[in-house]
């Protein structure tokens, strides 16, 4: 999947002058309206699906999604996530929190899972908040 993640629209539009053609799937972090969509459909061949940010695919106009539907494109909200991957499964995060229910310190959790204080309390602060 091509990530293409840009504040306005004319830093986009530059960026698009530089796919290959080739992309299947490209996210954009951007509403994909008339002329974004116009230009990446002029520019890739290949282009299977458009994702966008969840909180603006519902924005999307009618007049993109037809145009994408005429080319045989699916739109979809997307899936990329920003930031580096947890170091820490759902799992082990839960065992925290299950441990410090059962009344054990933060330090003993710690010791006992090998993980740093601060981490730990920042996944306690978190499922609180």
Same mark, same amino acid.
């Given at each position: 999947m091509r990530?293409?993640?840009?504040?306005?629209?004319?830093e986009?539009?530059?960026?698009?002058?530089?796919?290959?053609?080739?992309?299947?799937e490209?996210?954009?972090?951007? !509403?994909?309206? %008339?002329?974004?969509? =116009? @230009? $990446?459909?002029?520019?890739? /061949?290949?282009? +299977?699906?458009?994702?966008?940010?969840?909180?603006?695919?519902?924005q999307?106009?009618?007049e993109?999604?037809?145009?994408?539907?005429?080319?045989?494109?699916?739109?979809?909200?997307?899936?990329?996530?920003?930031? !580096?991957p947890? %170091?820490?499964s759902? =799992? @082990? $995060?839960?065992?925290?929190? /299950?441990?410090? +229910?059962?009344?054990?310190?933060?330090?003993?959790?710690?010791?006992?899972?090998?993980?740093p204080?601060?981490?730990?309390?920042?996944?306690?602060?978190?499922?609180?908040?």
């Amino acid at each position: 999947m091509r990530v293409l993640k840009y504040r306005d629209k004319e830093e986009l539009l530059e960026a698009l002058e530089e796919l290959e053609g080739n992309e299947e799937e490209i996210y954009i972090s951007l !509403r994909p309206t %008339k002329e974004i969509t =116009e @230009e $990446i459909l002029e520019r890739t /061949e290949a282009l +299977e699906t458009l994702k966008c940010p969840e909180s603006l695919y519902y924005q999307v106009g009618k007049e993109v999604e037809q145009k994408l539907q005429e080319r045989g494109v699916k739109l979809q909200p997307g899936e990329f996530t920003p930031g !580096r991957p947890r %170091k820490y499964s759902e =799992e @082990e $995060i839960e065992r925290m929190i /299950e441990l410090r +229910e059962k009344g054990n310190s933060v330090k003993e959790i710690s010791q006992q899972m090998d993980v740093p204080v601060r981490t730990i309390y920042f996944y306690l602060n978190k499922r609180q908040g």
